[in-house]
DNA sequence: TATGCGATATTCT
DNA sequence: GAATATCGCATAG
């Protein structure tokens, strides 16, 4: 038998609450998508039947023809999934030790993307924590690398549709959205100046504070 | 809190 | 061989 309410210690949160995106609620445009997707939930369900999840908090747009972008030199190997329709996981490994996710964007066969940076914790906090070495709440996914850890996000998921019925996906917004931010992408060595980071002001799950 | 630095592997030159 | 959309640790203030 089912309890009707959560007060079952051992059940997973309300996640039946949780509502995918659709493909065609997401901006096909790339800066428009990344600042749609701040406030919106990222959701991985483990086969263990743990669901992990966190609020968007901050996202940078690497549009066509951005020079930082991955998929400024064409299509290679490695980065296709960039190419593909928008709400596609493009991941890739970076420095030798992180993982990043972005969300593909504009249409088929054009080259662009939304990196995810930071997430809030939502759901399944002890195991993002024991997936990043204990490390205390506020630095559980606050940058993109450790996004990808605690969210279990490696190249397997790379082509994932974000808007399919898998084990990754895209939900609504568990709450309002606060008031959004904007700065220069982090990180990066061309078109530095371009005012593509977007975040939640007064997140404490952001990465750094723009300066 | 801010800054500096080394580790690390994949990709493209 | 060089570059890289980073992280964690160290140190100083």
């Not at 908090?57 to 023809?65: F, R, S």
């Not at 490994?93 to 066969?109: D, I, T």
């Not at 990196?115 to 399944?124: D, F, K, Q, T």
Request: charged content about 25%; some cysteine.
């Amino acid at each position: 038998m089912k309890a009707r309410k959560n007060s079952g210690a051992s059940n997973p949160p309300v996640v039946a609450g949780l509502r995918r995106l659709r493909r065609t609620e997401l901006p096909a445009d790339t800066v428009r998508l990344a600042r749609y997707l701040i406030g919106k939930t990222l959701v991985h369900s483990t086969r263990g039947g743990v669901v992990v999840s966190g609020r968007i908090v901050e996202t940078e747009a690497y549009p066509p023809g951005d020079p930082s972008g991955h998929a400024f030199r064409g299509k290679t190997a490695s980065n296709g999934s960039l190419f593909l329709e928008r709400g596609f996981a493009y991941v890739y490994f970076c420095y030798g030790s992180s993982f990043m996710m972005n969300v593909s964007s504009e249409r088929p066969g054009i080259g662009a993307g939304v990196l995810i940076r930071a997430l809030e914790p939502l759901h399944g906090i002890g195991l993002m924590r024991r997936r990043r070495g204990g490390a205390p709440l506020r630095d559980l996914a606050r940058g993109p690398g450790r996004t990808a850890a605690a969210m279990a996000i490696d190249r397997r998921y790379d082509g994932l549709d974000l808007c399919g019925r898998h084990s990754l996906w895209l939900a609504a917004p568990t709450r309002r959205r606060g008031v959004l931010a904007v700065s220069p992408r982090i990180g990066i060595t061309r078109a530095v100046d371009h005012p593509l980071r977007f975040y939640e002001r007064g997140s404490r799950f952001v990465s750094r504070s723009s300066r």
